[in-house]
Nanobody, 116 residues
Framework: VQLVESGGDLVQPGGSLRLSCAAS????????MKWFRQAPGKEREWVAT???????LYKESVKGRFTISRDNAKNMVYLQMTTLKPEDTAVYYC???????????WGQGTQVTISS
């Protein structure tokens, strides 16, 4: 099983970035996919979820700015981030979960830094 994030970068406030997560080794379409983030000195926090049914859920502070999506044909999940703020600076992690079988997997993370 692998989850490999990419797309992290240093961008200015107000900018945009798209994170990608490539999944392999499990039946991707059956899993809920999530993005979490962890800022320096803080707990890891949930950011967004896209269910296997494609229903999406967002942390309040990113609603209207972030969009999570998935491509089941490519085993990919994305996080489109716009109007980025310094407080969005964090390592962003991809997470896969199948509650029916109790399976959960994490990626290694990708660094997003918002700074002028």
């Amino acid at each position: 099983v692998q989850l490999v994030e990419s797309g992290g970068d240093l961008v200015q406030p107000g900018g945009s970035l798209r994170l990608s997560c490539a999944a392999s080794g499990f039946t991707f379409r059956d899993y809920h996919m999530k993005w979490f983030r962890q800022a320096p000195g803080k707990e890891r926090e949930w950011v967004a979820t896209i269910l296997s049914s494609t229903v999406t859920l967002y942390k309040e502070s990113v609603k209207g700015r972030f969009t999570i999506s998935r491509d089941n044909a490519k085993n990919m999940v994305y996080l489109q981030m716009t109007t980025l703020k310094p407080e969005d600076t964090a390592v962003y992690y991809c997470n896969a979960q199948d509650l029916r079988i109790g399976a959960e997997y994490w990626g290694q993370g990708t660094q997003v830094t918002i700074s002028s």
